[in-house]
């Protein structure tokens, strides 16, 4: 029998070349790795009167041997090839016109990208990639642009589209909206009672295909009228305030939140603007004596301070 005594020099030199086999095969098949379609076309298109929509896509590359100059990117889309165009601004963009038969409301396609791989300045092979079969189906409908993007609580505002039904409605936020159908082509909605200062998205509600984003929506802060501007109650009488607002109250009413830094001085009933009404009045009863402040909000308001003594 013949004993090889272990080489530690021998063994790191072993375990030095796996690591470095290793790391080569990695960075081979990194470097291979297949382009890949990143699709930006949406599964539902608005329909428009020339029947030609925009496919678009997006090649992905991983490998630098890939030479750019020899890209070709086509659409198949119902057994015709169309050459698609590169981006000028952004190389991996890949678009083309396709004119959808008269009488179709849908299509099925899948994207192909040809390319040359080269190393060490020559040809060494030609690559074709193709991306899944894809879809993309006619919305007979559509939300043009809102009447305005801003505006205070209360206010209503007109939404332009197409193949609108008295069935739709419009959310803000995630609050649903006093929504008015005028025709296939406007609804009308009614900003609710929430804080100012916000953009909120704005969608249409309905229809097969569900939501629709329609674009953002800034409530703008409104001036809450109170009448009068201070009070002063005899302990035991009682006195009306009123609240004001420029516009009718939404279908939920507007709350108003009074607060008093005198609660035992002051007795006074839950405050709402219901719908409709652009006024509300309340009555306030004088209770201890004492002296300081009514603090009056509501969502979408400027808070309004309102002295108050009790005697």
Same mark, same amino acid.
């Given at each position: 029998?013949?004993?090889?005594?272990?080489?530690?020099m021998? @063994?790191?030199?072993?375990?030095?070349?796996?690591?470095?086999?290793?790391?080569?095969?990695?960075?081979?098949?990194?470097?291979?790795?297949?382009?890949s379609?990143?699709? +930006?076309?949406?599964?539902?298109?608005?329909?428009?009167?020339?029947g030609? *929509? =925009?496919?678009?896509?997006?090649?992905?590359?991983?490998?630098?041997?890939?030479?750019?100059?020899?890209?070709?990117?086509?659409?198949?889309?119902?057994?015709?090839?169309i050459?698609?165009?590169?981006?000028?601004?952004?190389?991996?963009?890949?678009?083309?016109?396709?004119?959808?038969?008269?009488g179709?409301?849908?299509?099925? *396609?899948?994207y192909?990208a040809?390319?040359?791989?080269n !190393?060490?300045?020559?040809?060494?092979?030609?690559g074709e990639v193709?991306?899944?079969?894809?879809?993309? !189906?006619?919305? @007979? !409908?559509?939300?043009?642009?809102?009447?305005?993007?801003?505006?205070?609580? $209360?206010?209503?505002?007109?939404v332009?589209?197409?193949g +609108?039904?008295?069935?739709?409605?419009?959310?803000?936020?995630e609050?649903?909206?006093?929504?008015?159908?005028?025709?296939?082509?406007?609804?009308?909605?009614?900003?609710?009672?929430?804080?100012s200062?916000?953009?909120?998205? #704005?969608?249409?509600?309905? $229809?097969?295909?569900?939501?629709?984003?329609?674009?953002n929506?800034r409530?703008?802060?409104?001036v809450?009228?109170?009448?009068?501007? /201070?009070?002063?109650i005899? /302990?035991?009488?009682?006195?009306? +305030?009123?609240?004001?607002?420029?516009?009718?109250?939404?279908?939920?009413?507007?709350?108003?939140? #009074?607060?008093?830094?005198?609660?035992? /001085?002051?007795?006074?009933?839950?405050?709402?603007? =219901?719908?409709?009404?652009?006024?509300?009045n309340?009555?306030?009863?004088? $209770?201890?004596?004492?002296?300081?402040?009514?603090? #009056?909000?509501?969502?979408? *308001?400027?808070?309004?301070?309102?002295?108050?003594?009790?005697?």
């Open positions: 029998m013949i004993y090889i005594k272990d080489n530690p021998m @063994n790191t030199l072993s375990t030095l070349s796996k690591s470095i086999l290793l790391a080569a095969s990695l960075s081979f098949m990194t470097s291979c790795k297949q382009p379609f990143i699709n +930006l076309t949406s599964t539902n298109l608005s329909q428009n009167p020339s030609i *929509y =925009t496919l678009q896509t997006e090649l992905e590359i991983q490998d630098r041997n890939v030479a750019q100059e020899s890209i070709e990117v086509f659409a198949i889309v119902g057994g015709d090839t050459p698609m165009v590169k981006d000028p601004v952004n190389p991996s963009l890949w678009s083309c016109d396709y004119k959808l038969p008269q179709f409301d849908e299509a099925t *396609y899948y192909s040809k390319y040359s791989i !190393r060490g300045g020559r040809e060494l092979t030609r193709k991306s899944e079969l894809l879809v993309f !189906r006619l919305e @007979n !409908r559509y939300v043009g642009n809102l009447a305005s993007y801003r505006g205070p609580v $209360g206010v209503e505002i007109a332009q589209g197409r +609108l039904t008295k069935y739709d409605s419009i959310t803000l936020g609050k649903k909206t006093t929504t008015r159908f005028l025709s296939e082509n406007e609804l009308r909605f009614t900003v609710p009672a929430l804080p200062g916000i953009d909120y998205p #704005v969608k249409l509600i309905g $229809g097969p295909h569900g939501a629709l984003d329609i674009g929506f409530i703008d802060e409104s809450l009228g109170v009448v009068p501007s /201070s009070l002063e005899k /302990s035991g009488d009682s006195a009306t +305030l009123l609240f004001k607002i420029d516009f009718e109250a939404p279908d939920a009413g507007l709350p108003i939140d #009074v607060r008093t830094d005198i609660a035992q /001085s002051v007795i006074m009933p839950v405050a709402i603007i =219901t719908k409709g009404n652009k006024t509300v309340i009555p306030i009863r004088g $209770g201890e004596p004492g002296e300081g402040k009514l603090v #009056v909000t509501a969502p979408g *308001y400027q808070p309004v301070e309102v002295p108050i003594r009790v005697y």
